[in-house]
């Protein structure tokens, strides 16, 4: 199969389609071996008052760097949303309650036993009340800068790792007749993810409503719970599976470049401060229907072109012909772990190779290679991946890749949580500052009906904000360079935006510097004698 995907793009529509299913079967194999289709149940140890499970890979690796830098927020999933409508907060209440009894994740705490940490979940409570705070008394304008406030600051608020709890939810109430409401979610990552929030929104959603009509609960019973997927992760990887997929990563891996050398507008600090920024911008409903064109047309996936477009711009930013770029995926390729909430999302790290001044075609094809191979062995995680190839570790910047590209397949920023209706209640998000970077640079993309929106989150400690808002400008016109024109080597995509063009033009025919009457090495010279105690240079 490895043959037909290198020449998918010249095969026929319906062969294509043929591979994609043979490529989806693959990967349910690969995802269900060697125990069978389905996650068991793990035994709860009979005569046990609170069982401890393993933790699962991706956990493992988020305690350890608690550990290592505690009282740090950027491991924190936070949204919010705002309840138009009547509310009946006692309902409210009893919903988030049955959500919190539904989730063992949402009621697990972590404990250490012989140096070794382990998962315990605490029992149901029935006593669960929701925090309110009532901003209604403050004027329009106060008011809404309030609910924000409140909300950042409610989303870098610490968790405690140890004793949870883990998952955390706040009413505000904006209106004094009790028609508007912002109801603001916190959870820790190691106990959720993106996909994660989507079900949570979806289950207050469902119950509240059900509830409010005076019926009991329609969601199914969970069979297995996320201790269980960490128990049956840590024996089925192993052995022979194991071998395969770190086989694969380290093949397509190595001689991986240490670091992506962006030209940033600071020194890189010895130590990560997860301090970030975010810019958005939306492209043309034009220019993302000409890339779905391109889509067509090279048999590719939206994603696939995309993150060619993402590599090419970073490496005429850097000069480097191999860009390596991390990719979250959801992990839930078993139908048990859809409605579940729990720490699943791996992350792939596709390389995006443009050595010998490639096409913007060819470059589209090697990065649907690399992706459709990263694929079928998705399965290994991130962390086991770090530990197997051992890289040299830098505090200063993540390992692997310092840079991420998303594509949602929702207009928000936390999949699932979109506007909708429980009962008489309307449901929106609610947009709030959230600080933080985990990398260099991560660009997220969704498609609306008037075009590509297109975030970009970026370390303030490397880049200002003026610097990210170009980069956001060259992007949208390399973009439509190569959609316009595949055939263009990687040297000729167009990146400077018409005002910068104007600018470099008129600059030219009017600025004038005069000639120095020394020489560059006559100049230190003379520098260096008048102050020879004067730091010359300083790196980092």
Known sequence: ??????????????????????????????????????????????????????????????????????????????????????????????????????????????????????????????????????LSGLPDDLREAEARRLATQEARRIFDIENGPHFRATLLRLAADGSEHALLFTLHHIVSDGWSMGVLVEEVRTLYATYAAGQPSPLPRIEVQYPDFADWQRGWLTGEVLDRQVAYWKEHLAGIPAALDLPADHPRPPLQSFRGGHLGIRYSRELLDDLQHVCEREGNTLFMTLLAAFGALLARYTGQDDIPVGSPIANRNRYELEGLIGFFVNTLVLRVELGGDPTFRAIQGRVRETTLGAYAHQDL????????????????????????????????????????????????????????????????????????????????????????????????????????????????????????????????????????????????????????????????
């Not at 370390?459 to 610097?467: C, G, P, V």
């Not at 808002?469 to 959609?483: D, K």
Request: hydrophobic share 40%; charged share 25%.
């Open 381 to 540: 995680p991130f962390e086991k991946l770090v530990e197997e190839l051992r890289p040299e570790r830098d505090l200063s910047r993540t390992p692997l890749f310092q840079v991420m590209f998303i594509l949602q397949n929702t207009a928000s920023r936390t999949p699932g949580v979109a506007g909708g209706e429980a009962a008489e209640l309307s449901l929106a998000p609610l947009e709030f500052s959230d600080p933080t970077a985990k990398f260099d640079l991560t660009i997220s993309a969704y498609e609306t009906p008037d075009g590509l929106q297109v975030g970009l989150e970026y370390a303030s400690d490397l880049f200002d904000e003026a610097t990210v808002r170009r980069m956001l400008g060259h992007f949208g016109v390399l973009l439509t360079g190569a959609a316009a024109d595949s055939d263009r080597p990687l040297s000729q995509l167009p990146l400077l935006t018409p005002a910068e063009e104007r600018e470099l033009l008129v600059n030219d025919q009017t600025t004038h510097a005069a000639i120095p009457d020394r020489l560059v090495h006559e100049q230190f010279a003379r520098v260096a004698a008048e102050r020879p105690d004067a730091v010359a240079v300083r790196c980092g």
């Open 1 to 134: 199969m490895s043959e037909q995907i290198k020449d998918f793009g010249r095969l026929s529509p319906a062969k294509q389609k043929l591979l994609l299913r043979r490529l989806k079967a693959q990967l349910e194999k690969t995802g269900r071996e060697p125990g069978g289709g389905s996650i068991p149940v793990s035994p709860r140890r009979q005569g046990v008052k609170d069982p401890l499970f393993p933790l699962s890979f991706a956990q493992q690796r988020l305690w350890f760097l608690a550990q290592l830098e505690p009282g740090l927020p950027n491991y924190h999933i936070p949204t919010a949303l705002r309840l138009g409508g009547p509310l009946r907060v006692a309902v409210l209440e009893r919903t988030l309650a049955e959500v919190v009894r539904r989730h063992e994740a949402l009621r697990t705490t972590f404990v250490t036993v012989d140096d070794e940490p382990f998962q315990r979940v605490l029992p149901r409570r029935d006593d669960w009340r929701l925090p309110q705070a009532d």
